[in-house]
């Protein structure tokens, strides 16, 4: 059975060199660095308590409802989405079946020039999280977790990952672990569509076994220092597609 404690906030010690949010909610420090937050710079954190991130309007506990603030960047003034260390389900991992689809895709991101940072330098720190797939809770074709528009995508430092075949281990906070929705049956759980151009991915570890897709494009994509989980018909088949320093898994 899936865990009751998942979506509590961990009882652990944050790392040293975790994020600190002010006290007035505009601005966080991390690594040495102050970052004043504002439309183009949103900060989610789940462990922070309703009070806290209420705060500031650019403040959020939840990925999803983030999301629903995000505008357009530009290549010198990107639309910067923060995460602090945390798994962020972006559906409710306990559901039996998944709702609020979009045809295959559990979410639709339109916004260009979107980064999406992990702060943190061990991407298993900063998860976003689903766990259903083809015929597991999901039965009008390949479950997608993302439907991304809009050039320019930048990820890094985190974890993507469908859990539906594969444990969710976070060594961060065992509380927030979660095993696979169906570990003894490997079905297609695809993590992204991408269309736009200008994938870069950095550090980032992309989870999932049949169809992984680490946000599949059909135009340039780089891929850089990112760990890939996955079995086959899974990696980004464009010919634009550039893998350095990858670990297969």
């Known amino acids: 059975a899936m865990m009751a404690t998942l979506l509590v906030a961990p009882a652990v010690a944050a790392p040293a060199d975790a994020p600190v949010l002010a006290a007035d909610g505009g601005s966080f420090t991390y690594q040495g660095k102050n970052v004043v937050l504002g439309p183009r710079a949103l900060y989610v954190d789940g462990p922070l308590t309703d009070e806290q ?3 500031s309007e650019y403040v959020f506990t939840s990925f999803n409802e983030a ?3 995000l505008t357009d960047g530009t290549e010198a003034e990107p639309m910067n989405l923060y995460l602090a260390p ?3 389900w972006i559906h409710d991992p306990q559901a039996p079946e998944a709702t609020d689809m979009k045809g295959t895709n559990q979410m639709e991101i339109k916004c260009k020039n979107l980064h999406i940072t992990g702060l943190t330098d061990d991407p298993q720190d900063v998860v976003v999280a689903a766990n259903f ?4 809770g999901f039965y009008n074709g390949n479950y997608t977790m993302f439907y991304v528009q809009g050039d320019g995508l930048t990820l890094k430092n985190m974890t993507f ?7 969710l281990v976070y060594p961060a906070d065992p509380t927030l672990n979660v095993p696979a929705r169906a570990p003894d049956n490997i079905t297609q759980g695809q993590i992204g569509w991408y269309d736009g151009d200008k994938l870069f991915a950095e550090n980032v570890r992309f989870i999932s076994r049949l169809n992984m897709m680490p946000f599949n494009n059909n135009y340039r994509a780089l891929y850089v220092n990112c760990h890939m989980e996955c079995t086959d018909d899974a990696l980004n088949g464009s010919s634009q597609a550039v893998y350095l320093a990858a670990i297969w898994s």
């Open 53 to 55: 991130a209420a705060k």
């Open 86 to 88: 945390y798994v962020y």
């Open 133 to 136: 797939g083809h015929d597991v």
């Open 67 to 69: 999301v629903e603030h």
């Open 161 to 167: 990952g469908d859990y539906c075949n594969v444990d």
